[in-house]
Every structure is written in C-alpha cells, then in structure tokens.
C-alpha cells in the first residue's frame, strides 16, 4: 500500500467518536514531535508554515511554501497532506507537479482568493483538472470558505458548493469556521468525509464531540503553531526575570 492510499484509508470506516485527528507541523521539528506521539499522518497549516517563515497568512511565495512542506515530508515516515492555500495561481497539472515532488500524499485546496468566494463551478472544474492530473496519488481535500467569507445562507451555500466539489472528485469536504451545531446538517448533505475545525483553547467542542456531531477528519489550522510560540514567550519572560 502506498503512502497515499494508507492516508485515503485513514479517512474511511471512523466510529462517530473517533474521527482522524490531523495536527498541523509548521517545521520539520514539530513534524519529527508529532510523528513520534504517534499520530498517523499530519497536515500542514498555512498559516503556521507562513509564521515560521515570517510571512503574514496568505503571503508566502509559492516556492517557499513548497520547499517547507517537502522539508516536513522528508522529516518523517507517516503520511503529510500539505495546506496549498488556493493553489498560488499554478495549473492543475504544475500543481500536483510541485505537490508529488514535495512528498505530500494530499492537499488543502480553498474556493476562495485575496479574501473572496470564487464562482463554485469554475472551481469545481479547476478541481476536476487537478484529480485529472493527480490520479489516485493525491488526497484532495476541498476547503469551503462560505463561513469565513461570510456568505449569506453559509449552510446552504456550503451544502452547495460541497456537492459539486465531490462530483469534481475531491476526497473530503472541509467547511472550515462551520459552528458545531452546523455539523450535523452537513453531514447529512455531504457525501464522504467531512473534515472540521478544532480549538486548542478549551473553548471549543473536543475532536471527539465534534466526531459525534459528524466530523470524519479534524484539523487545527495555525493553532499549534500559535500555541507552541505562545509557550515559548511565557518562558522568555521567565528567562527574563
């Protein structure tokens, strides 16, 4: 079994309190520390890798984004899907290009651009073209970004765009802001996996609770990144003292 096709297998056959959790390395160290807890496969946060790199969300270079996450992919033996924002603009065919060479077994691709919805079936072609290109070898996970664009009807609007984006072949759905509440609707509308988003603060449903609700797959965004750098100015203050 290839390393893709483990990671297509991790998503399938969840109890509903059992989702796959993905946490989100930003360097190849917190990839090695996340690998050796144990968990199966992880998936980069853009946002995290943007920070580490000293980018603002959303302004890394396509290059610099590539290199990272084929850092993170050399870094350990488990399976790394690869947060690509909205593709930085590269064809479908130079996008999973760049992706297989970077080692990623999957990727985050959003249906929005400088902070706007794109037209759902335009996308939904681009999604076509890049599983076209990709074949079997990628885990396409189809960001929904209905909620933080703050579209009217968001559930409706999700609910819509999910199904085309599964027609066009991808592997998993992910609404990302989606309130928990939500999650059920979606759920029950949605063909296949389901990915959601989770806090690390406490404030927030626990991936398990959120598996209840419907949730196949969680993931973290930057939060760990967040946390990590959090940590680490607490400790320099101490340090400081």
């Given amino acids: 079994m290839t390393k893709a096709e483990a990671f297509r297998a991790l998503h399938h056959d969840r109890a509903p309190d059992r989702p796959l959790v993905l946490p989100g390395p930003w360097d190849a160290a917190s990839a090695r520390a996340l690998a050796d807890a144990g968990f199966p496969a992880l998936a980069t946060p853009s946002a995290g890798i943007a920070a580490a790199l000293g980018h603002a969300d959303g302004q890394t270079p396509a290059d610099e984004m590539f290199a990272a996450v084929a850092r993170i992919a050399r870094a350990v033996d488990v399976p790394v899907s690869a947060d690509v924002e909205d593709g930085y603009g590269l064809a479908p ?7 297989l060479e970077a080692g990623v077994v999957g990727c985050n691709l959003e249906d929005s651009r400088h902070g706007v919805l794109k037209d759902p079936r335009e996308h939904a072609d681009w999604l076509a073209e890049v599983r076209a290109a990709a074949g079997d070898r990628l885990f396409l996970n189809a960001r929904v970004d209905t909620f933080v664009r703050h579209a009217p009807q968001p559930e409706r609007a999700a609910l819509e765009r999910a199904r085309l984006y599964v027609a066009a072949g991808a592997d998993c759905v992910y609404p990302i802001g989606a309130p928990a509440d939500v999650l059920p609707l979606l759920r029950a509308g949605i063909e296949g996996p389901l990915n959601a988003l989770a806090r690390l603060d406490g404030e927030g449903p626990s991936p398990a609770e959120l598996g209840a609700r419907g949730a196949t797959r969680i ?7 967040r946390w990590a750098t959090a940590a680490l100015r607490d400790r320099a203050g101490i340090l400081r003292t």
């Fill in 219 to 225: 993931t973290f965004g930057p939060g760990l990144q």
């Fill in 93 to 99: 065919a130079e996008l999973v290009e760049r992706l």
